[in-house]
């Protein structure tokens, strides 16, 4: 596949799972932390049953950057945690998966905290 179909279908996917975030947001009365939520689980149950890793390969970066690779990565984290620590690694192996992303969102949530100052919003 030439770079310029792997962008397309990258670009392609993302935007259909923004979408459907999107039309849950102005549709539903589900609020944004549960579609969240919702995202982060169905990347999990995905990655159980073995379709992530297809989809991955096909669309890269389109469901790999979404909530959708988080979960995916949580459960691979415990996964594989599981298979080298036996029941501890349930409990550690998603942390460890996923802690240079919780740590980078951590760090730039607290550089544009030092860098910008907050207003509250006047109804």
Do not use: H
Request: charged share 15%.
């Amino acid at each position: 596949m030439s770079m310029t179909e792997q962008l397309i279908l990258t670009f392609i996917s993302g935007g259909i799972i923004c979408a459907i975030a999107q039309v849950l947001i102005d549709l539903t009365r589900i609020t944004p932390a549960r579609i969240l939520v919702i995202y982060v689980s169905v990347g999990v149950l995905l990655f159980a049953v073995g379709v992530y890793e297809p989809m991955y390969e096909i669309f890269g970066s389109g469901v790999s950057v979404p909530l959708i690779g988080f979960g995916a990565n949580i459960a691979r984290g415990v996964r594989e945690a599981v298979d080298k620590e036996g029941f501890i690694g349930a409990l550690t192996g998603g942390l460890a998966a996923s802690s240079a992303g919780i740590t980078s969102a951590l760090l730039f949530g607290l550089f544009a905290s030092l860098l910008f100052k907050t207003k509250s919003k006047r109804m």
